[in-house]
């Protein structure tokens, strides 16, 4: 994949408990729709989820999320066969599951291997594009763990320590996301997207999640279907730091943003 020009992923929620109740997907009919729309849209990547990772998010078990994945990618590989298709998980049988059952091109663990011990081991032996997130505890704890002796040099070792890991398992195709608003306040995601060009140093695809967060909503006072503008606006300043993929629920929007980021840099590709 050539990031010359940023990416734009777009998110297939097969869950009944996304934060976002508008990208919240079950039936077959509002599977297909959302599938469609994400491709005729313009998604380079469609990124799906079948456990919510949203704070205090009820606990799926491996046979329910398995089960969520597999009738969704049914569907979704019947409307759109060629698409380039993430799946987020942080456990290492789906992530196989999925890969060798539907052709999944990347794993998005959001525990960076940390929530199964078995996952770095697997995608190097599957040998294909892995994106890690920073995150402390699980997604029904990690606002427990929001404490920082020094917020930014201590993510950055994460990713240091995770990419060695991986790269000595023979694991060399790693995007890495900051996991803004996962084991972080408001202020400290700020201070992440303040300083988001430091990833640079890793020299690996950055992925920004940023699509309608808190972060987004308490600084603008507004509900999660009213924070598209926010979403619009940040995405806009992390194209600018570095970010060369952004993970939306909006994608139009976010492929317009995209747009005018290649102007502004004279990349006129789209022409």
């Not at 999320?65 to 290492?92: H, M, N, Y």
């Not at 196989?96 to 990347?106: H, L």
Request: charged share 25%; proline share 4%.
């Amino acid at each position: 994949m050539n990031f010359d020009s940023p990416k734009v992923m777009g998110i297939l929620n097969v869950t009944p408990d996304s934060f976002f109740q508008g990208s919240r997907k079950q039936t077959e009919k509002e599977i297909a729709d959302r599938v469609i729309q994400l491709m005729e849209e313009g998604a380079d990547l469609i990124d799906v989820g079948g456990y919510s990772s949203r704070p205090n998010a009820q606990y799926v078990s491996e046979e329910e999320e398995w089960e969520r994945l597999r009738s969704g990618l049914k569907i979704l590989f019947r409307e759109a066969p060629k698409a380039i298709v993430s799946i987020d998980t942080f456990r290492a049988n789906i992530a196989r599951k999925c890969v060798e059952n539907f052709g999944a091109a990347i794993i998005n663990d959001i525990s960076a291997g940390a929530l199964d011990a078995g996952m770095f081991d697997t995608i190097a032996e599957l040998q294909i594009p892995y994106l890690i997130m920073h995150l402390r505890g699980t997604p029904q704890t990690m606002m427990e763990y929001i404490r920082y002796d020094d917020l930014m040099p201590e993510i950055l070792f994460y990713f240091a320590q995770k990419t060695v890991m991986l790269n000595q398992k023979g694991v060399n195709d790693i995007w890495i996301d900051p996991g803004f608003g996962f084991s972080k306040t408001t202020d400290q995601n700020y201070e992440i997207l303040a300083h988001l060009e430091q990833f640079a140093i890793f020299d690996l695809p950055l992925v920004v999640g940023l699509s309608r967060k808190t972060m987004i909503r308490e600084v603008i006072g507004v509900a999660p279907e009213e924070a598209l503008n926010g979403t619009t606006a940040l995405n806009m300043f992390s194209l600018t730091k570095g970010a060369n993929i952004i993970r939306v629920h909006d994608v139009k929007e976010a492929i317009q943003t995209v747009r005018l980021y290649n102007k502004i840099n004279n990349q006129s590709i789209f022409q």
